[in-house]
Nanobody
Framework: QVQLTESGGGLVQAGDSLRLSCRVSGYRAALFAMGWFRRGPGKEREFVADITRPGDWANYAPSLQGRFTISRDNALNTVFLQMDSLLPEDTAVYYC???????????????WGQGTQVTVSS
């Protein structure tokens, strides 16, 4: 069974940086394309970024590109989300998700973590 565990969230001030981690257990992370999503207060869940299995290509929500960077270390079975120049509107629960691209298409994430809260104060 695939399990995803996020960490690294917290309370920061506007302009600060945070790095979120998502550890994959149960199977090797290298089997999965990985994504980050977020749900802000009173908002729908939205796509943040995703990354291919070897980590050679990444996609970002247009509004976040340039401030957020997704990366992965398959030897550590971990995916990261580096968030710089944080804004109060980045306040959300951040979730990582996994899909097996052999059987699930783009956006069809099957496994989800419990989320980690990020709060950015002004």
């Amino acid at each position: 069974q695939v399990q995803l565990t996020e960490s690294g969230g917290g309370l920061v001030q506007a302009g600060d940086s945070l790095r979120l981690s998502c550890r994959v257990s149960g199977y090797r992370a290298a089997l999965f394309a990985m994504g980050w999503f977020r749900r802000g207060p009173g908002k729908e869940r939205e796509f943040v970024a995703d990354i291919t299995r070897p980590g050679d290509w990444a996609n970002y929500a247009p509004s976040l590109q340039g401030r957020f960077t997704i990366s992965r270390d398959n030897a550590l079975n971990t995916v990261f989300l580096q968030m710089d120049s944080l804004l109060p509107e980045d306040t959300a629960v951040y979730y990582c998700a996994a899909r097996n691209p052999v059987v699930q298409g783009p956006g069809e994430y099957r496994w989800w973590g419990q989320g980690t809260q990020v709060t950015v104060s002004s």
